[in-house]
């Protein structure tokens, strides 16, 4: 099943929130409604926010009221700026909703014709997000060898695109492939993508790995127990500078000081050629319940302050490699990055 996907006039998606306990199917039917699907994370992944986002702008034009295309288009750039809004750090949403709206502009037609257009340009987004994770698989898989133990950050799997994901799709084509590896699952503290989302994907694709806490990453890498360190990213700067779940940074600098090569795993919509470094991108900040809270459970003293940045820049010179659809970006990352998008435009 996609992670997200329409089906009879409404969008429905995996509630990310409840696993691995419960498997529920949530759906919406209003563009506000996918707008909370994202900000409350019952969606999450620079991907399929993106697709999410997407199918949002297919469910504005199918719900607007105007009788005529300038009616619509202002419909469309309302629910354009909702969804934009949701969440700041990931491009591929508004890369997605531009997509859109881009469509809907330059598109002569009827407003029946523009539904059924923006519909299928949805579609489209989320369709071509699992080709090109599959792409991205092949291309990474390259720089994985037999037998590696490689370590991976938060969810980048089927969970977070529309199916097989990023950087772990680069660890289901190791596996296809009958490469022997074995992953090192961080939790991700604070909400816990890799103990709840990773784990439970790795488990039932029957891929070796342990699940760590978040401060064992060091030690495997200083003990040599650590060959590759992957991750996904929700936004990358054009001079390489990589975005990603808080958390990343650090295991970056650890895996530089220790020789392991770091790579992330990006389809070239996350790239951003408008921001020129990583301190342009926009870092979102989210509740304190994530920190003081485990579940239900609390454990931190009532009222404390909490500082909670959900994502944090890693400075390009702690990056071996990006890989993209378009194949492995390798320094210099401002050439070879728009090389990578100029290549996917092209097609
Ligand atoms: O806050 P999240 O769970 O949306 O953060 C997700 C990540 O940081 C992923 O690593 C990133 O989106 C790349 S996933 C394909």
Request: glycine share 8%; hydrophobic share 45%; with cysteine.
């Amino acid at each position: 099943m996609r992670t997200v996907f329409w089906e009879d006039n409404k969008v429905k998606m995996i509630d990310q929130r409840l696993l691995p306990g419960t498997f529920v199917l949530a759906e919406f039917d209003t563009v506000e409604g996918i707008a909370r699907s994202i900000r409350e994370m019952y969606v999450r992944g620079a991907p399929a926010i993106g697709a999410t986002a997407a199918f949002g702008m297919a469910l504005a034009a199918l719900r607007s009221q105007a009788t005529d295309r300038e009616g619509l288009l202002a419909d469309l750039r309302a629910a354009k700026a909702t969804l934009d809004a949701a969440r700041p750090t990931a491009v591929n949403l508004s890369w997605a909703t531009a997509r859109l709206l881009t469509l809907a502009e330059q598109t002569q037609a009827d407003v029946d014709a523009l539904r059924q257009a923006l519909l299928a340009e949805a579609q489209a987004v989320a369709d071509e997000d699992v080709e090109i994770n599959r792409r991205m698989g092949f291309h990474g898989a390259e720089l994985i060898p037999d037998g590696a133990n490689v370590l991976h950050h938060c969810n980048t799997g089927a969970l977070a695109a529309v199916d097989f994901g990023t950087a772990l799709g680069v660890i289901y084509a190791c596996q296809e492939q009958g490469k022997r590896i074995h992953v090192w699952v961080d939790e991700t503290r604070p909400r816990l993508q890799g103990a709840r989302l990773t784990a439970w994907e790795l488990m039932r694709a029957e891929v070796p790995m342990h699940l760590i806490a978040d401060n064992a990453a060091g030690h495997l890498m200083r003990t040599g127990q650590v060959d590759v360190v992957i991750f996904g990213a929700d936004r990358v700067a054009a001079n390489g500078d990589v975005a990603n779940k808080i958390g990343t940074y650090k295991l970056s600098v650890v895996a530089k000081e220790n020789g392991i090569p770091v790579y992330a795993v990006v389809p070239t919509s996350t790239i951003d050629l408008n921001l020129p470094d990583g301190d342009h991108i926009p870092i979102e900040e989210r509740g304190p319940e994530e920190v003081t809270h485990i579940g239900e459970t609390v454990i931190a003293p009532e009222n404390v302050p909490v500082y909670n940045p959900a994502f944090d820049v890693t400075p390009h010179r702690y990056i071996t490699g990006i890989v993209t659809e378009e194949g492995v970006c390798y320094p210099p990352f401002t050439q070879s990055l728009r090389k990578a998008k100029e290549a996917a435009e092209a097609r």
